[in-house]
Structures are given as structure tokens and as C-alpha cells.
């Protein structure tokens, strides 16, 4: 038996779409993706936000479906109580098992007080969970990277040390988005080898591809990659 929401997100399908989201998403089991795409979701979420549906949906995990995850994550970043957020995220994170469900996890009470999840994040980066570790480094280049920055954040994602690709992919990207950001600050931790070295090539990597670097950087951060 389908409950009333899994037979809205089927009428949703897109098998087209459903074959692509797979080969994205290589850690599920394709069998639980049923193919929507992410404006569709979004838009399903904001007609069921705040309604008895969706808190009754949100009462209940697991999920079966991965798209039930996605529209989890979406209706619990609606909310503005940083409390609420929090218990939501922690109820939510153990069950996630691909990096696109972590990183559709926004929460809006969090916009307001970052500074409250730091106690938090501290605790996502030790976890046994990949994904979870994951969010805690989101987290941290989401909130971290701007007016509020300081070396420590960085130095905690840097100690970091995991075989997951996706947790290393995460610090890739975090390093990447600091050379953007805080370029100067950031440097020293390829020109002082203090990233494990595919988390060093990789960060270099993503960085020679964003626009936010400048042509000169992009030519000086080629010549710091390591064998």
C-alpha cells in the first residue's frame, strides 16, 4: 500500500530522469529512486509545508523511497525555530545515504545563528557516518567561509581524515570554495602540503575550474599540485 504522498511523488516520475538520477547517485539502490526532478520536489514541498500531511510524513523514518528523502530535507529546511532545525537535521542525517540528499539539507533557522552550530558541526566531523561528516564540512563552507571566517575552520576540516569519496570530495570542494573566498588565508594549506594529497590535488582541481579564481591564482595553484 502507498501512502497518499508516495502516490503524489509517482505522479511526478520522469523515467527519463530516473535513469540519469541513478548514475548520479551510484551509493542507492536505484530500485528506490523513483525520478523527479529538483523543481518539482520543491515545488511539492512548499504546498505541503506546514500542513498535518507533512507533519505526519515527517513523523515517520525510515523512508522507502529516495526522493521521500529529498522531500524530507526540503520541508525541514523551512523551519525558523534554530531548536526545531537542529532536532531535524540529527533525526534525519543517520539515514542518508548519497551526497545529494546531505547537500539539499538547508535549514533557515541555521542562516541566522551559525554560531549555534558549531558545538554541532564539531560532533558531525567526528561521526562514524560518511554523510554525516559530510554535512558537518557543509556546514562549515556554507556559514564559515565569510565575514565570520578564522583558520580554525578550515584546520577542522583539514583534519579530517577519511577513505569515504564523498567525505573527501566534500573537503575538496571546502578548500576549493576558500581559495574563492578567503584566498590568502586558505594558500598555505596546499603550499604547506597540510591536505592529504588527493584532497590537495582535488582541491586544486575544482579550483582551476571556478570562475571565482582569478586567471594568475589559477596559474600559481597548477604548479603546487603533487605527485
Not at 9 to 27: E, G, H, M, V, W
Not at 149 to 169: L, Q
Request: glycine residues 2%; contains cysteine.
Amino acid at each position: 500500500m502507498m501512502t497518499a504522498i508516495q502516490k503524489r511523488l509517482f505522479r511526478l516520475q520522469d523515467k527519463d530522469y530516473q535513469a540519469f538520477s541513478a548514475k548520479l547517485n551510484p551509493t542507492v539502490d536505484p530500485e528506490t529512486i523513483i525520478g523527479i526532478r529538483i523543481p518539482a520536489l520543491r515545488a511539492l514541498a512548499k504546498e505541503l509545508k506546514g500542513s498535518d500531511e507533512a507533519a505526519e510524513f515527517l513523523s515517520v523514518l525510515p523512508h522507502k523511497y529516495f526522493e521521500e528523502y529529498q522531500l524530507h530535507a526540503f520541508l525541514i529546511g523551512y523551519e525558523k525555530d534554530f531548536d526545531k532545525g537542529l532536532s531535524a537535521t540529527e533525526r534525519l542525517l543517520p539515514y542518508l545515504n548519497s551526497w545529494a540528499l546531505t547537500d539539499s539539507i538547508r535549514i533557515k533557522a541555521f542562516d541566522k545563528a551559525p554560531e549555534k552550530l558549531l558545538p554541532h558541526i564539531e560532533k558531525w566531523l567526528e561521526d562514524d557516518h560518511p554523510y554525516t561528516v559530510r554535512f558537518g564540512i557543509l556546514c562549515l563552507m556554507n556559514y564559515f567561509l565569510n565575514d565570520c571566517f578564522a583558520t580554525r575552520y578550515p584546520d577542522m576540516v583539514a583534519a579530517v581524515h577519511s577513505e569515504e569519496y564523498y567525505v573527501r570530495m566534500m573537503q575538496a570542494w571546502y578548500f576549493a570554495t576558500a581559495l574563492a573566498k578567503q584566498y590568502d588565508s586558505v594558500l598555505p594549506y596546499l603550499t604547506g602540503r597540510r591536505l592529504e594529497p588527493w584532497v590537495h590535488n582535488k582541491t586544486i582541481q575544482k579550483a582551476v575550474e571556478s570562475y571565482r579564481v582569478t586567471a594568475e591564482q589559477k596559474a600559481y595553484l597548477r604548479t603546487l599540485k603533487v605527485k
